[in-house]
C-alpha cells in the first residue's frame, strides 16, 4: 500500500512532465525561418498552433456543374486547356479524372487574371509517408500565388503548409481535409494584385471555401509563394496561368472551372 501510495504522485509528475514535454516541443517545421511581417510567427513555423478540425457537411460542393459563363478546364477526359512546358498535359487521363504522374507541373494555356475558379482533388487512398510528403500538390493563381494541397488529414505539418493554406503565408482558417483518397472540393475567389509599374498598387486577394467551407475571407497574400523564405512580389502581367503542382504524389484532378471576372 505505502509503495502504491508513493508511486501514484511519482506517476503524475512523471506525466506532467511529459506532456509539458511535449506541449513545448517543436512540431513539424522550422524555427530557422525568416518572421512574417505582421504575424507573430515564422515561415512554416514549428509552433503555430494547427487550424482547429471541422468536419465537412457529405458531398460539400463536389460536382458544382460550371454556370454558362464559365471556361471549363477540365470535365473529365480532355486536357487540352493544360499544358507543360508548351507540350500535352502528360498526367494521367483515367476515370473521369487526372493524375500526378511524375510528368511534371502543369498550367492552363490561357490566362487569368480575376477569378472564380472550381476544382475537386483527391490525395492518394494509400496515406504514405508524413507532413509535406502526403499528397503534396498545389494551384498556382498567374502561376505564382500557391493554395496548397495536402492530405492534411492527420497529417501533422507546419500550418503554413495544411491543405488550403496559403503557402508559407497562412494556414486555413479550419482544417476542413477530407480523409486519403475521398474528392474534396476548393472554389477560390481571387483577385489580382495591381501594380503601377514596378510598384505594387493593391496586394492579391483570395477567398477560399475547402469542402463549402470558408478557410480564407478575403486574405492578402504576402506576395509570390516561396519555400522556406519570404514572400514578396515583383511586378507582373495583369494576368497569368492556372499551375497545378506536381510535387511526385499522385493527387488526382476533375471538374475544372473557372470564370473570369
Ligand atoms: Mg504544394
Known amino acids: 500500500m505505502k509503495l502504491l501510495a508513493l508511486g501514484a504522485p ?47 457537411a457529405e458531398g460539400a460542393n463536389l460536382g ?9 478546364l ?17 498526367w494521367t487521363i483515367a476515370g473521369g479524372a ?39 500538390s498545389g494551384v498556382f493563381l498567374m502561376g505564382r500565388y500557391e493554395i496548397q494541397i495536402l492530405d492534411s488529414f492527420e497529417n501533422p505539418t507546419y500550418s503554413d503548409g495544411s491543405a488550403a493554406a496559403l503557402y508559407g503565408q497562412f494556414p486555413p482558417l ?3 481535409c477530407r480523409g486519403p483518397g475521398e ?9 489580382a494584385p495591381r ?14 471555401l475547402h469542402n463549402g467551407v470558408l478557410v480564407h475571407n478575403n486574405q492578402a497574400f504576402l506576395g509570390a509563394t516561396r ?15 492556372i499551375g497545378l503542382q506536381d510535387h511526385g504524389n499522385p493527387v488526382r484532378f476533375r471538374n475544372i472551372w473557372v470564370r473570369k471576372l
Not at 64 to 72: E, F, G, K, N, T
Not at 102 to 129: N, V, Y
Request: aromatic fraction near 8%.
Open 10 to 56: 511519482a506517476a503524475l509528475v512523471s506525466l506532467l512532465t511529459l506532456s509539458m514535454v511535449t506541449s513545448n516541443a517543436p512540431q513539424v517545421g522550422y524555427t530557422d525561418t525568416p518572421q512574417l511581417p505582421g504575424q507573430e510567427w515564422k515561415v512554416h513555423d514549428a509552433h503555430r498552433p494547427p487550424p482547429p478540425v471541422v468536419k465537412p
Open 64 to 72: 458544382a456543374p460550371p454556370p454558362a459563363d464559365a471556361l471549363v
Open 74 to 90: 477540365f470535365g473529365g477526359k480532355d486536357a487540352s486547356a493544360w499544358t507543360a512546358g508548351g507540350k500535352e498535359c502528360p
Open 98 to 136: 487526372m493524375e500526378v504522374n511524375g510528368g511534371g507541373s502543369i498550367e492552363t494555356r490561357e490566362h487569368f487574371g480575376d477569378m472564380q475558379l472550381h476544382l475537386e482533388w483527391a490525395s492518394p487512398a494509400k496515406a504514405e509517408s508524413t507532413s509535406q510528403g502526403r499528397g503534396n
Open 174 to 176: 479550419v482544417n476542413v
Open 183 to 191: 474528392w474534396q472540393s476548393y472554389d477560390i475567389f481571387f483577385r
Open 195 to 208: 501594380f503601377d509599374g514596378d510598384k505594387l498598387v493593391a496586394p492579391a486577394l483570395v477567398t477560399v
Open 227 to 241: 519555400h522556406r523564405d519570404l514572400a514578396s512580389y515583383a511586378a507582373h502581367a495583369p494576368t497569368g496561368p
